[in-house]
């Protein structure tokens, strides 16, 4: 008489099923924290940068009497880092920068500065120059 043994390895469908399913609700409530996570981030960078570039401008308006306008997108256009001595930094090519200034006159005495997140257009910061 011979008996029939079954060695059992691995996992049944049930417990892969199973498996997935966890795994399925885990990330339906830490990806959406992580995005979130990200924005905040991605906010607080731009303002940082922001308030820098404020600071060059800032620099330049009193050796200048004026405001610099220009920008700087790393994709290609730069009209700021040369005449500022100023470049970003640590950011990746994650934005891009724009200043416009206004006139008063014959003197460019007001400036608005937006740093832009380009992953999350509607990330944005912007400084206000009086």
């Given at each position: 008489?011979?008996?029939?043994?079954?060695?059992?390895?691995?996992?049944?469908?049930?417990?892969?099923?199973?498996?997935?399913?966890?795994?399925?609700?885990?990330?339906?409530?830490?990806l959406p924290l992580y995005n979130g996570y990200i924005a905040t981030s991605a906010a607080a960078t731009a303002q940082a940068n922001a308030e820098t570039l404020a600071g060059f401008e800032d620099a330049y308006f009193y050796e200048n009497d004026t405001y610099l306008a220009g920008g700087?997108?790393?994709?290609?256009?730069?009209?700021?880092?040369a005449s500022l001595g100023w470049k970003p930094s640590g950011d990746k090519a994650q934005f891009t920068y724009k200043v416009?200034?206004?006139?008063?006159?014959a003197i460019t005495s007001s400036c608005k500065i937006t740093v832009t997140y380009k992953a999350d257009t509607s990330i944005q910061a912007i400084i206000k120059k009086p």
């Open positions: 008489m011979s008996f029939i043994t079954y060695n059992q390895k691995g996992y049944t469908l049930v417990e892969l099923v199973v498996a997935v399913g966890i795994i399925g609700v885990l990330t339906s409530i830490a700087y997108d790393p994709a290609g256009a730069d009209t700021l880092t416009e200034a206004g006139d008063s006159g």
